[in-house]
């Protein structure tokens, strides 16, 4: 086996069932990785997830600016997939939270979101890079932070000092004597806890799906002895089953987290009542 914990992978450890050695499990070392440039301990450094999110968003600019580039008004193939993309994050997500009206200036951010995240998910069922940027909650964190400042900008912008205040708080005269209770809930809520669950939601959901997916192809590897044989193929079944499960989580992820993203900024836009 790997002498370095963080470096273990199924095809690269020797062992298996009945060798005498204990089932290499998947941890939080499976999420540490070594800089590829500079030193850890500086905090000054770049390492596989870094490389991973740079690659994605090259991927994403250079697919875009390749398809609308020289638009046709009968598109090609890629203009086509393009188009389509676009189109379903603008009508399907965008205009159907925020409004056409007021929507339309925030459908570049969002299809821009949702690409990204989606593209970050992909690379766990990639191969060689084999591993969810957002499986770690620095990612989704920053992203849920730019939805932060962008509601609370916008929705002082709209209301002002004490339209903010009643739109955080949830204010609601018809609540009578709860009113207060109601509004110290909504008030943490909205300004504490609604950053910390957006980027959870995804963190936790991509973690999650990473690990069932390195514990199966793992198990795989390390049944494929004696009798254990028969074993690493149902293990081997249940990797291409998680596998198809978590392309379909992967895009369900990316789809949620800009449809919260409307979300907050429709209830930014919206009148108080």
């Given amino acids: 086996m790997s002498a ?24 939080l070392h499976s999420f540490l990785f070594k800089p590829l440039w500079g030193d850890a301990n500086s905090n000054l450094y770049f390492n596989k997830t870094m490389l991973l999110a ?3 968003t090259v991927i994403i ?17 890629l203009q086509m997939v393009a188009e389509a993309g676009y189109d379903f994050i603008r009508r399907g997500v965008v205009y159907e939270t925020i409004g056409k009206k007021e929507g339309e200036k925030y459908v570049p951010l969002v299809v821009s979101l949702f690409f990204f995240v989606w593209m970050m ?49 949830g204010y609601d005269k018809s609540l009578g004597a709860v009113l207060p209770l109601a509004m110290v809930i909504e008030f943490f809520s909205n300004l504490l806890v609604r950053p910390f669950t957006h980027a959870v939601r995804l963190f936790a959901n991509m973690f999650a799906g990473h690990t069932l997916l390195l514990l199966f192809t793992i198990a795989s590897w390390y049944l494929l002895n004696g009798i ?31 449809l919260l993203t409307c979300t907050y900024i429709q209830g930014a836009l919206a009148e108080n009542h």
């Fill in 4 to 27: 370095d914990p963080t470096q273990v992978l199924a095809f690269e450890t020797d062992c298996h069932i009945f060798d005498g050695c204990g089932f290499p499990a998947p941890g």
């Fill in 54 to 56: 740079l690659l994605g």
């Fill in 61 to 77: 600019v250079g697919f875009f600016w390749a398809a609308f580039r020289r638009p046709k008004v009968v598109p090609g193939k």
């Fill in 121 to 169: 998910n992909l690379w766990s069922v990639i191969p060689v890079a084999q591993f969810p940027v957002t499986a770690i909650i620095s990612y989704p964190l920053v992203l849920a932070l730019i939805v932060y400042v962008l509601w609370v900008s916008l929705t002082f912008k709209r209301h002002g000092f004490v339209g903010f205040f009643k739109n955080v708080t």
């Fill in 228 to 258: 254990g044989i028969a074993y690493a193929g149902v293990s081997f079944i249940m990797t291409l089953v998680m596998t198809v499960f978590e392309l379909f989580i992967q895009a369900l992820q990316a789809y949620v987290f800009v």
